[in-house]
């Protein structure tokens, strides 16, 4: 690491140089740290930036489990698989992606075992698997019962406080990327929370791990930091962003009044234990909408709970889990039970009640396996890209699983790859280190209130069936909030900068969702009911076409 100031004309910045940043703590930013501090000898060591403190993100809520295709489970294959994925992902998943990843899938997690993660076992010591919707066998990993997500980040974070050669800067957030005039990433500037100043921080590998963007919904289960960053960086940094149409509503979250907005997830490994979904009736439901009934794939299974709610004009429906078994409900869901006992219910009696909220954003900066985007020097991994894993509707447990793939792979990449950072500053960049020097004005934005009617816009316009005139009313609104919001580049605080990043995000989804003419996966318009014959991808390249999104 190397660090300074620099100081000329209106700069009076802080400066450091790192061989890599990742900008992101959860599963896919900590392992990534970790594997490249492990297989790469750095001269200058690796940056993790948090945007909170370290694994607070998607990845730690993560309830149900994660993929495994391992040699502990003979009943399961790679084929098997990336059958079941394909088939989730409505025509657009990419079978050699998905393959590769599959494949991995058993060195992967049996190196998490090695760094610290503990899994869920039997009294024998053997791995134990659950079943999913979507999936044909029991394939799901799990840890601490249901808290999968916990258990892998708790785990990585402990690794990654151990490693010298990681660097970890916490309650600090990237705010643009550093092009270089011939188009490469040469870093980032940082706005630096605890300090309230901007810094700028040079690298020849730019990762991003930021997650989704949950955050842009009135209902979500994302935490409070899922606000799209990763991918409003990218984009305005000239990147391919890929399918933000494709946004995926969990079925099940605790509902417990209409006001209640950043809902509590109830796993889906709940309804793969034999939980049933009834109306307020107390009448099972899912079989009037497939035949699979509570184990159909998650769009279908969050469409037959939204028409139950709109044809009994109720802001729920319920999720009787009773029928596992007080037993075994006890042992394999004990974070569930404790959140709904604080809310004054005893699933092992009585039903929860549960709707719809945004969960995983399926679209992102357009990446490989290996992470790397459209933009030399930047890389992508995690929810905040898009590999072409999960199609127009993601299988249940891959997200995980594709965080610590491509984190894996992506760290085999760079150890054949020059990790010198860069040493001159270019005319490009320092046109952007100087907007960041100067001053800005320092009256505030009331981003709170700012924030809840965008959420409010989406969720009414852009949210589980869609329509042309609904879409076109959520466009204008976004504009016009948009064109309010004088921060396009330079913001005062954390808060403006996520509304700046959710306003980017936001007007992405709508374009995409605008331009894709039919049904698929989780985008379902109800002017445009039929799914086209061949499936194919929505693009925006904000560079080269505009902000403008196509389909190809």
């Not at 991918?231 to 509902?255: C, K, R």
């Amino acid at each position: 690491m190397i660090t300074g100031d620099i100081s000329s004309g209106w700069w009076n910045m802080k400066y450091s140089e790192y061989s890599v940043i990742v900008i992101g703590s959860g599963a896919a930013g900590l392992y990534a740290a970790l594997k490249i501090s492990q297989q790469i000898k750095l001269p200058e060591g690796i940056l993790l930036i948090s945007k909170s403190s370290l694994g607070i993100s998607n990845s730690r809520y993560a309830q149900g489990g994660i993929v495994g295709i391992v040699h502990q489970n003979p009943d399961d294959k790679v084929s098997l698989h990336v059958k079941d994925t394909l088939k989730a992902g409505a025509g657009l998943s990419d079978a050699k992606v998905t393959e590769e990843i599959s494949s991995a899938s058993d060195a992967v997690l049996n190196d998490l075992i090695a760094n610290g993660v503990e899994f869920d076992c039997d009294e024998n010591g053997n791995l134990t698997f659950t079943l999913e919707a979507a999936h044909s066998v029991k394939r799901i990993l799990h840890s601490g019962g249901d808290a999968t997500g916990k258990g892998i980040t708790e785990g990585l974070v402990k690794a990654v406080r151990a490693d010298k050669n990681i660097h970890i800067l916490e309650k600090a957030m990237a705010v643009e990327l550093l092009i270089s005039s011939d188009k490469e990433c040469k870093g980032a500037i940082i706005y630096n929370k605890q300090t309230d100043e901007h810094e700028i921080v040079y690298s020849s590998a730019v990762i991003i791990a930021t997650g989704g963007a949950g955050q842009v919904y009135k209902y979500t289960t994302n935490p409070s930091g899922a606000t799209g960053d990763g991918i409003a960086l990218a984009y305005e940094a000239g990147a391919i962003i890929e399918d933000m149409e494709f946004i995926q509503f969990h079925p099940t979250a605790l509902a417990l009044s209409p006001e209640s907005q950043n809902r509590f997830l109830i796993s889906e490994a709940v309804r793969g234990e034999g939980a049933k979904l009834i109306n307020k009736n107390g009448e099972e439901f899912m079989i009037k909408y497939s035949e699979k009934k509570e184990l159909a794939p998650r769009d279908v299974v969050t469409r037959a709970i939204f028409s139950e709610m709109k044809s009994e004009n109720s802001s729920n429906v319920f999720l009787n889990a009773s029928v596992i078994g007080e037993e075994k409900i006890l042992k394999r869901f004990p974070t569930i039970t404790a959140r709904c006992k604080d809310n004054g219910i005893d699933i092992t009696k009585q039903p929860i009640p549960v709707a719809p909220a945004a969960h995983y954003t399926m679209g992102g900066i357009k990446a490989d396996v290996e992470g790397r985007t459209s933009i030399k020097g930047l890389y992508a991994i995690g929810e905040a890209a898009c590999t072409g894993l999960h199609g127009a509707n993601r299988l249940a447990s891959n997200s995980l699983l594709e965080c610590v793939v491509c984190a894996y792979e992506l760290a085999d990449y760079l150890s054949f790859t020059s990790l010198e950072t860069p040493k001159v500053i270019d005319e490009g960049i320092k046109k952007m280190i100087d907007v960041y020097s100067r001053s800005i004005s320092s009256d505030e934005y009331d981003c709170n209130n700012l924030k809840l009617k965008l959420k409010d816009i989406m969720w009414n316009n852009v949210g589980i069936i869609r329509e042309e005139e609904d879409l076109i009313k959520a466009k204008l609104k976004v504009e016009k909030l948009q064109k309010d919001f004088k921060r396009r580049r330079k913001c005062l605080n954390q808060a403006e900068y996520e509304y700046r990043n959710m306003l980017t995000v936001a007007s992405l989804i709508i374009q995409c969702a605008l331009e894709r003419k039919e049904s698929r996966g989780a985008h379902c318009r109800s002017d445009y009911r039929n799914t086209d014959e061949v499936g194919k991808h929505s693009f925006v390249d904000k560079i080269s076409n505009k902000g403008l999104c196509y389909v190809e």
